[in-house]
């Protein structure tokens, strides 16, 4: 858990500030340090877990940083992707993908985010573009991210996804390609996303000259809807169980989830998770579900959510995502169009409806206290259907806060006015749930 | 957006597949609008979102509006969508799929949901297919005019247009992702499945194709000629678009982007590094409201087109020819001071005043330009020719020409530091950065949007958050000891941030240090968008702030300039340009 007044956090600050200062100028140096102090947090983890997590939640904040900081480590082995892209094409050749989001994310964690967003605006990136794919734009249009040997990125679920990955591929001079989900969810739709993730597969067999195993690859995809089962068992398990979370474990959770969708360790993870949260503390604070990216920096929110009796994440729409109402169609023996079809599905993906269904049923499975909808900076599909989220959902009986700031710039956090809201609104609850006892 | 008829159906992208509709009688407009108020929008949606999409919507809420068919080419028209399914007051509301690439997979899924919509569209309106409606529909191509300037990037709203007419004096031509709408015109083959009605025998019944043939038909060419119009940002293969802004035929583009959609910024930063023909970024919110500064950059783009101010040029040879000596009346009517000059036929300046603008622009002028003729012991008489720049410049009766304060700015800051080439204009209402010719023209030009942040109002609402005089404000702001990070550029947040400094005890020069860097830092960016390049010079009242200046010269790693009658820079250049057109 974090806090500004910390010493840690202050030494932090000024790395980040030393790594703003060389960027333009010296852009290996930057991106040396910032490998170093992913490497130094990767050892943290691996070595130094925060005892009081959950195994699961140790397990998912290891494997979301190691995943990252290896790909760094191995550029040779990575492949640039976004967040809702199929990994296990990847996976079963023995590449590491690396999630884009999730680099603009650890890049706020080392507090360096502020250099790469400005460098980004100078060059002529909109001031309203979602800072995840901003701060990355910055990092490789000042050099400091290396041109990965592949890009590979889909539509959803938002336009920058066909913006911020072609214009890295030429300015890096990368392969790029790009899978285009469309929007409705017709047997027709998933066949047309199949078709091209088996042409990704080939292509990718291309450029790293290794081949796929199509019997590897329907393992990886057998174990990520066993993950994916497994991950939605505990969903009822969390009712008023401390799950000794932060905001910050569960994005790491949920980027576990998509990067490593498919492997043994996301499928331990998920085991895990079902074994700890029954055997876990009761818990008495007020439940909540997050909707899209949490600001795991913000002072205001770390003192009520993060491991806080006052109030617990209970899960996020981020990590609840890749499921098909009814179950799935396509099973292991139809790698392309299994993985399709969970791409098609994907509650981010098509109407706002669809998406809003998913949060519900989150709320009832959890049976959650209420729902915070985290308007993050540039993202026009959360923010254009937060009213019809918090209609919906207090229609259903889910108190609904509709919370804007930014997932990873901390400039655009308006912390007092953050406090103000989320207090007023725990408050809310709480005189709620008094009242209902 | 009203529709009497009933039989209108509205469109907001250029894929909307306006011929096929048309095939089922409807009569299709694209959906320009403009709302007074993004209330709905605010409360049924979010704030954050393109004014082209809020403008949309708020209109859409209209009961005028019964038929409307939006694609999935953007989040907010996603959303937009949505939003109107929940309020259900839209009898046909429909949304198509659009796919991002343009090959054979995406041409036949393009089909089927084109097939799949010409369904519901006849099912709603009863009506059967009828192809020689279709085919009568389509545009005829259009010839690009020689000599016109293009409008580029984002919608149009309909007063950036307007103001385009009015202001830019060549041919203009909009190929926006909604104005760019060009479907390739039908092959004569599909033509002839259209006939004139038969006489009625079995011969002519049996060769008339059954509407549904001729549907299918339709389809399979209609599908990929749709698709393959030139496309707009969001598909994935933009190389179609480079003829857009290859300078063929045109004199000029107007980039235009709007606030909060995403796609055009990156195309234009592209397009400004590698434009042969001069160009203009404006950034609108899709409303109406700052249309005084839209008609200032535009006039002044208009200028720069033509190389010299054709409007002084014209006034200059009309006016009475006097006899005796030459003088020449500037001036500068801004937002919070007027200024005026009177130069002689040899280029020296004889008198000068500053005075507030006040409320009305034309009470300023007034007072300035008897002030500064009394200065000079002339009278108005005596004036050969007398030349208004400035916000105000339209406002001021008896001028002989205008010229907006760009040019005016270009030239009067070559006139006082000639090797000046970049100027560096931070008013009180906007901030500009001029990239000048080394002959003092304007070579490119850029403004602050419509937004306070890092112009003269920036610093005197922080003054007054601070509780000092604006002078004050920039002593103080040299006795810094420790950096400060303002990090919001938003006047309103950086507001409450300061407050938050004040809570802290923050010293107060360390605040106003902050927001020096701040300012510098924005007009950094404006600096770099027109390849700002040293010796640059710091004109405008903010230019007295030594605070501002030395953290702008820090910020763009080289000195900046400033002379004494940098804040008289627009009303010496206004001076200076009507003396050379008198020929002088």
């Known amino acids: 858990m974090a806090d500004d007044t910390k010493p840690g956090i202050r030494i932090l600050d000024r790395f980040g500030a030393a790594v703003d200062d060389v960027i333009e100028d010296n852009p290996r140096a930057a991106a040396f340090w910032l490998l170093t102090a992913f490497q130094v947090e990767t050892w943290k983890v691996r070595h130094l877990p925060e005892g009081q997590k959950l195994p699961s939640g140790q397990m998912g904040c290891r494997l979301a940083i190691e995943g990252i900081t290896r790909a760094l480590e191995h550029p040779d082995e990575a492949v640039l992707t976004s967040i809702f892209m199929p990994n296990e094409i990847f996976l079963a050749m023995g590449l590491r993908p690396m999630i884009a989001e999730a680099i603009s994310d650890f890049m706020t964690g080392a507090r360096a985010e502020e250099g790469f967003a400005v460098a980004a605006e100078q060059r002529g990136v909109p001031e309203s573009y979602c800072s995840y794919h901003k701060i990355l734009v910055g990092a490789a249009a000042t050099g400091v991210l290396a041109a990965p040997r592949l890009i590979a990125n889909c539509s959803v679920a938002c336009d920058a996804n066909n913006i911020t990955f072609k214009w890295l591929a030429e300015r890096l001079g990368s392969p790029h390609r790009y899978v285009d989900v469309p929007y409705d969810t017709s047997e027709d739709s998933v066949a047309y996303v199949a078709d091209q993730l088996e042409e990704l597969a080939g292509v990718t067999e291309q450029v790293y000259g290794r081949a796929l195993d199509r019997a590897r690859l329907s393992e990886f995809v057998a174990r990520g809807q066993r993950t994916l089962q497994a991950m939605e068992r505990t969903l009822p398990m969390r009712h008023r169980r401390y799950l000794v979370n932060d905001m910050g474990l569960e994005m790491q959770e949920a980027l576990a989830l998509h990067l490593l969708l498919g492997s043994e360790d996301a499928e331990r993870m998920a085991l895990q998770a079902e074994r700890d949260i029954p055997e876990a503390k009761p818990y008495d604070g007020l439940e909540l579900i997050w909707v899209h990216a949490a600001p795991y920096f913000s002072v205001p929110l770390q003192k009520v959510l993060d491991e806080s009796p006052v109030a617990q994440i209970i899960t996020s729409d981020m990590t609840f995502d890749q499921t098909r109402a009814g179950g799935f169609e396509h099973g292991p023996d139809e790698p392309f169009l299994a993985m399709a079809e969970r791409l098609v599905h994907n509650s981010f993906n098509g109407p706002a409806a669809r998406r809003i269904a998913r949060i519900r049923q989150l709320c009832e499975k959890t049976q959650a206290d209420g729902v915070v909808v985290f308007c993050h900076w540039g993202c026009k599909e959360t923010m254009g259907a937060s009213q019809l989220m918090k209609r919906d959902l207090e229609a259903a009986g889910f108190p609904t806060l509709v919370l804007d700031g930014d997932g990873c710039w901390r400039r655009n956090m308006s912390e007092g006015q953050t406090a103000t809201r989320m207090g007023a609104f725990l408050e809310m609850l709480h005189d709620r749930r008094e009242a209902a006892r | ?584």
């Open chain 2, 1 to 584: 957006m009203s529709d009497e008829s009933g039989s209108v159906v509205w469109y907001a992208c250029k894929y909307a597949p306006a011929e096929l509709l048309a095939g089922y009688g409807a009569s299709t407009r694209l959906a320009n609008v403009e709302a007074d108020t993004f209330e709905a929008a605010d409360q049924l949606a979010h704030g954050n979102l393109c004014g082209y999409g809020k403008s949309l919507l708020a209109s859409a809420l209209s009961p005028d509006v019964h038929a409307l068919v939006l694609t999935t080419c953007c989040d907010v028209m996603r959303r937009i969508y949505d939003v109107l399914v929940e309020r259900d007051d839209i009898d046909f509301l429909y949304l198509l799929d659009l796919p991002h690439n343009t090959g054979k997979a995406e041409r036949r899924l393009m089909r089927s949901q084109l097939a799949r919509l010409a369904a519901a569209y006849g099912s709603y309106s009863g009506r059967t297919f009828d192809p020689g409606l279709a085919l009568a529909s389509f545009a005829p191509p259009v010839v690009p005019t020689k000599g016109h300037v293009t409008v580029v990037g984002a919608h149009a709203p309909g007063s950036l247009m307007e103001a385009m007419r009015e202001s830019i004096t060549l041919p203009v031509s909009n190929v926006t992702c909604t104005g760019a709408r060009r479907v390739a015109s039908p092959p004569s083959e599909l033509a002839r499945t259209v006939r004139a009605p038969g006489c009625g025998c079995d011969a002519c019944i049996a060769d008339d194709p059954a509407p549904a043939d001729a549907l299918e038909s339709f389809l399979d060419w209609y599908a990929p000629a749709l698709l393959g119009q030139t496309p707009c940002m969001r598909m994935n293969d933009v190389s179609g678009r480079s003829s857009l802004t290859d300078g063929r035929n045109q004199e000029g583009i107007v980039y235009h982007t709007m606030k909060f959609c995403d796609y055009y910024g990156f195309e234009y930063a592209d397009a400004a590094k590698e434009a042969r023909i001069p160009m203009l970024k404006i950034e609108t919110d899709g409303t109406r409201q700052s249309a005084g500064q839209l008609r200032t950059r535009l006039k002044a783009f208009d200028e720069t087109l033509h190389g010299m101010a054709d409007d002084v040029s014209a006034a200059a040879r009309s006016v009475r020819p006097k006899g005796g000596p030459t003088y020449v009346l500037g001036v500068d009517s801004g937002s919070t001071s007027t200024d005026a000059v009177v130069m002689d036929g040899s280029g020296k300046t004889l008198a000068s005043v500053i005075v507030a603008t006040g409320a009305k622009a034309t009470a300023g002028a007034a007072k300035a330009i008897e002030d500064v003729l009394e200065e000079a012991h002339l009278t108005r008489d005596d004036v050969t020719l007398a030349v208004a720049t400035g916000y105000g410049r339209d406002a001021i009766p008896d001028m002989d020409s205008t010229i907006t304060e760009i040019t005016c700015h270009a030239a009067g800051a070559h006139l006082l530091v000639p090797e000046a080439r970049t100027v560096i204009d931070i008013g009180g209402q906007d901030s500009k950065v001029i990239h000048l010719t080394p002959d003092g023209g304007v070579a490119n030009f850029v403004m602050n949007d419509k937004c306070a942040a890092g112009t003269g109002r920036f610093l005197e609402m922080m003054a007054r958050t601070l509780e000092m005089p604006l002078a004050e404000l920039s002593r103080q702001g040299l006795e810094w000891k420790h950096e400060v990070r303002i990090s919001s550029m938003c006047t309103v947040f950086a507001e409450s941030e300061v407050v938050s400094l004040i809570a802290d005890d923050t010293p107060t020069p360390d605040i106003i240090h902050g927001l020096d860097v701040s300012v510098a830092t924005k007009t950094s960016a404006l600096a770099k968008r027109v390849k700002g390049e040293p010796p640059y010079l710091m004109t405008g009242g903010v230019a007295n702030n030594e605070g501002v200046v030395r953290a702008l010269a820090e910020v763009l790693g080289a000195p900046v300039r400033t002379h004494p009658d940098s804040q008289l820079c627009g009303a010496i250049g206004a001076a200076w340009l009507g003396l050379q057109s008198l020929g002088a």
